[in-house]
């Protein structure tokens, strides 16, 4: 049923280094693309989000790739800190609200 | 508003026992959603309602789930009898028409089934 892949499953970067996670679709029904952001105890929040006639999208430290073309987008995350430590998921939307996870990607800063 | 609020946090029962998970939506948002978090599958939508209907259940596993949300305030989600196969986080969200894709999630349950 996993309609959004999602890799790596974990990552670990050093402090200061880039940290990438990318998502693939299938469905070309899907019409906005989110990124959520977990900490363990707590539920997911939105971190940023991109539409598909967009191909980048950023906000401080944090940047969505989006090739409508391969049906793929990474998040690209600058300068990554311990903070940023944390699950991420990818997400697709449909029915302006029918919204579908990728797996996630466990995410550890190194200091 | 103090976001979305599901109760309880943590739940430890019995196989073949029937358990009831609770949530209570932001006010005014016309979207509720029950996820389930694991290791193996990551986040899984459940079901979702629009307006207290329910708008798509294919994700419910199997006839031992059953959700409702009797009006606008209120929902739960119901696995009777419970295995411990469904062990897992579950989470509640709610949004509203034009979020595009923000979710407000609650802290989620913790269930174990022994």
């Known amino acids: 049923q996993q309609q959004v892949k999602q890799s790596p499953q974990s990552l670990i970067v050093q402090k200061g280094g880039i940290s990438i996670i990318n998502c693939a679709y299938e469905?070309?029904?899907?019409?906005?693309f989110p990124w959520y952001q977990q900490f363990p105890g707590k539920g997911p929040a939105l971190l940023i989000a991109i539409r598909p006639d967009v191909s980048e999208k950023k906000e401080g430290r944090f940047t969505i790739s989006f090739n409508k073309s391969a049906k793929q987008f990474s998040l690209h995350i600058m300068d990554s800190q311990p903070g940023d430590s944390a699950t991420y998921f990818c997400a697709a939307l449909y029915n302006n609200n029918d919204m579908r996870f990728g797996a996630g990607t466990r995410l550890t800063v190194k200091p | 508003d103090a976001g979305v609020i599901q109760s309880p946090r943590h739940e430890v029962t019995e196989m073949g026992q029937e358990v009831t998970l609770r949530c209570k939506p932001i006010?005014?948002?016309?979207?509720l959603f029950w996820y389930r978090q694991t290791m193996m599958r990551g986040l899984e939508l459940l079901i979702y309602f629009n307006n207290n209907v329910p708008i798509d259940d294919s994700g419910m596993p199997e006839d031992r789930f059953s959700a409702k949300m009797p009006n606008a305030s209120f929902s739960t989600l119901k696995i009777q009898p419970s295995e411990p196969r469904d062990s897992a986080v579950y989470f509640c969200a709610s949004s509203f028409y034009g979020a595009d894709g923000k979710a407000f999630f609650g802290q989620g349950t913790r269930l174990t089934v022994v």
């Open positions: 469905n070309t029904a899907f019409d906005y």
């Open positions: 006010s005014g948002h016309d979207y």
